[in-house]
Each structure stands twice: as structure tokens, then as C-alpha cells.
């Protein structure tokens, strides 16, 4: 294995990227897997798809993209094979790569690798703000709770008898504090976080687009940081 792959459930998993502590998910199904996002270059991506591999014995069929950052987003075209999956705000960032070339750079990733993601990007074939993904035996609601870290932040829910999972991009962060920048809305976030937290259950297991996974007392805090830092 590429990566140290954390089970959170019935075949559920999430991978920790060395680069900036990105996380991405898995969810398998009897007719398909699902990857939620895929990191921030070619090689990072091809590992990605390995491991999956591995521990499914099957390739992606589905890739869900919770956000428009180069982070969560350039490794995606090693998935050519898998239906991508993305709010149109994410379509038209791999439109208009400037922004993505110089956000990536500044965060300190290799020019070189950086140059052959954004030369293969593709344009994802479905734009979404809610779907529910057919995986065979299990159905995964995909949805856009509210305008946060962007203004098009999709989260991912696998839901569970006794304990959900949810995937919430970088809604949530625990690895560092929440960040915030020009695409965001730190006034509206902690009602998002709201949403999430309905989404999920008070029991559900939160995974942060970096970081370790957290329980919705972690969110609740997080929540009050933001109130504190809208003003």
C-alpha cells in the first residue's frame, strides 16, 4: 500500500496525503467505489488509485469533489475512467487553470508535477449541488449544505445504522485552524455546520478535509472559532 488507509466503517475508508494532510475518502459498494477527492498531482492520484485497487480489487467508477481547490482536485484526471462529480463552480476552475497553477505554487507544490496535473485536466461531466450515487447495495447522498469554506462546498454522507460517516471537505479541518480566504463566507459557515451536523447525527464520525476525525462536539467548537473570527 501507497498510503495508511483508516477503516470508519462497513468499507469505508480514508487516506491522510503527506502533502498539506489532505485527506480522501472511499466508500465501496457491490456495484461500484467511490473516491471522494484525489490530491494534488498525477502521482499522488495514480498512488491513490493503486491502493484502491488493492483494496477493493476494482478500479474507481465514481469520484466526488467536494471543492474547487487545487488541492482536492488536480490529481483527478488519472480517474478518466470513473464518473466525476462536482458543483459547477469546480468546472469552471479546471476552465480557467491560472488561479489553480498559482494557488498550488504558492503552497510550496513541485512546479513540474503541478505544470502535468493542470495539462491533463478535464472538465468533470457532472455538475451537481445534490445527487445520490448508486453504489449497488448501499445509496450515498451528496449535498451542498450551505456556503462556507466556498460557496459550494459539497459534503458526502454514508449513512449507518449506528454510526454515519460524513466526508466534509474542508468545511471542516482539524489539522490546522479553518481557513478562510477570499472564496469564503465565515458569517454563513456556522450555520452550515448546522446542516452538517444534521446530516451526520450527534453520533456520526465527521472526517475533515485535513486532519484526524472528529465528533460533532469538535464541529460545535469549530463553529464558535468562526462566530468569533466573522466578528
Not at 462529480?85 to 488561479?99: F, I, K, L, N
Not at 445534490?130 to 462556507?148: E, K, N, Q, W, Y
Request: hydrophobic content about 45%; glycine content about 8%; overall charge negative.
Amino acid at each position: 500500500m501507497n498510503y495508511a488507509w483508516e477503516g470508519l466503517g462497513d468499507r469505508v475508508f480514508r487516506a491522510r496525503l503527506p502533502f498539506l494532510d489532505v485527506t480522501v475518502g472511499l466508500v465501496c459498494g457491490s456495484a461500484g467505489t467511490l473516491l471522494i477527492d484525489t490530491g494534488t498531482t498525477l502521482t499522488e492520484a495514480r498512488a491513490i488509485a493503486e491502493d484502491v485497487q488493492s483494496i477493493t480489487a476494482s478500479a474507481v467508477s465514481q469520484v466526488v469533489l467536494t471543492h474547487k481547490h487545487f488541492d482536492h482536485i488536480l490529481g483527478s484526471s488519472v480517474f478518466a475512467g470513473a464518473d466525476v462529480y462536482c458543483a459547477p463552480q469546480v468546472a469552471v476552475a479546471m476552465s480557467d487553470v491560472e488561479h489553480l497553477r498559482d494557488d498550488a505554487l504558492h503552497h510550496g507544490a513541485p512546479a513540474d508535477d503541478v505544470e502535468r496535473a493542470i495539462d491533463a485536466l478535464r472538465v468533470p461531466g457532472h455538475l451537481i449541488q445534490d445527487a445520490m450515487l448508486d453504489l449497488g447495495d448501499r445509496t450515498v447522498p451528496i449535498s451542498h449544505p450551505g456556503a462556507g469554506h466556498t460557496d459550494h462546498d459539497l459534503i458526502v454522507v454514508v449513512p449507518d445504522a449506528h454510526t454515519s460517516v460524513v466526508f466534509c471537505g474542508d468545511l471542516v479541518e482539524e489539522s490546522g485552524d479553518p481557513v478562510i480566504d477570499a472564496d469564503s463566507d465565515p458569517a454563513a459557515w456556522p450555520t452550515t455546520l448546522d446542516r452538517v451536523l444534521q446530516a451526520g447525527g450527534t453520533n456520526a464520525r465527521f472526517v475533515p478535509g485535513h486532519g484526524a476525525v472528529v465528533d460533532a462536539d469538535f464541529i460545535r467548537r469549530q463553529q464558535r472559532w468562526l462566530r468569533e473570527a466573522a466578528g
